[in-house]
């Protein structure tokens, strides 16, 4: 089994794996959002190369708990990736993940221009890796 965790963005799509005993999650790739959906079939050759069996997609929910336009928007886009793919696809609360992806990178020293082409896909894998340790662990 081996999952994959999805940091849903309009601009930018981060993706990270888990290793093939889902114990870890590891970040991949950032993937830019393209008005001709190419992005769509990277993720579909991504999963394919992967062997992926699982999608983890990370909801934006407001701090109060509540689903606001962007939730839906994630839940819209998802909806086309369940077609695309016909795999399995579970919602996963990511508030506050691009944040501490933020800080991580600040911590290591990571420059803004840098950071910004690796954020993404360390926000997939901190999804990612919550729902490892809390599903399966």
Same mark, same amino acid.
Request: charged share 25%.
């Given at each position: 089994? %081996?999952?994959?965790?999805?940091?849903? $963005?309009?601009? %930018? *799509? $981060?993706?990270?794996?888990?290793?093939?005993?889902?114990?870890?999650?590891?970040?991949?790739?950032? *993937? &830019?959002?393209?008005?001709?959906?190419?992005? /769509? &079939?990277? *993720?579909?050759?991504?999963? &394919?190369? @992967?062997?992926?069996?699982?999608?983890?997609?990370?909801?934006? @929910?407001? /701090?109060?708990?509540?689903? $606001?336009?962007?939730? %839906?928007?994630?839940?819209?886009?998802?909806?086309?990736?369940?077609?695309?793919?016909?795999?399995?696809?579970?919602?996963?609360?990511?508030?506050?993940?691009?944040?501490?992806?933020?800080?991580?990178?600040?911590?290591?020293?990571?420059? $803004?221009?840098? %950071?910004?082409?690796?954020?993404?896909? *360390?926000?997939?894998?901190?999804?990612?890796?919550?729902?490892?340790?809390?599903?399966?662990?």
């Amino acid at each position: 089994m %081996r999952i994959m965790g999805i940091d849903y $963005g309009t601009k %930018r *799509i $981060g993706i990270a794996i888990s290793d093939p005993k889902c114990t870890m999650a590891l970040p991949l790739e950032t *993937i &830019q959002v393209t008005s001709d959906n190419s992005h /769509m &079939q990277r *993720i579909k050759e991504v999963a &394919q190369a @992967y062997s992926i069996t699982h999608i983890v997609v990370g909801l934006p @929910y407001n /701090m109060d708990g509540s689903l $606001g336009e962007s939730a %839906r928007n994630v839940m819209q886009w998802t909806e086309q990736l369940n077609k695309l793919l016909e795999l399995p696809v579970e919602f996963w609360d990511e508030r506050l993940s691009t944040s501490e992806a933020h800080d991580l990178l600040l911590d290591i020293d990571v420059n $803004g221009r840098k %950071r910004k082409k690796l954020v993404d896909k *360390i926000a997939a894998s901190i999804i990612l890796k919550e729902y490892i340790d809390t599903r399966l662990s």
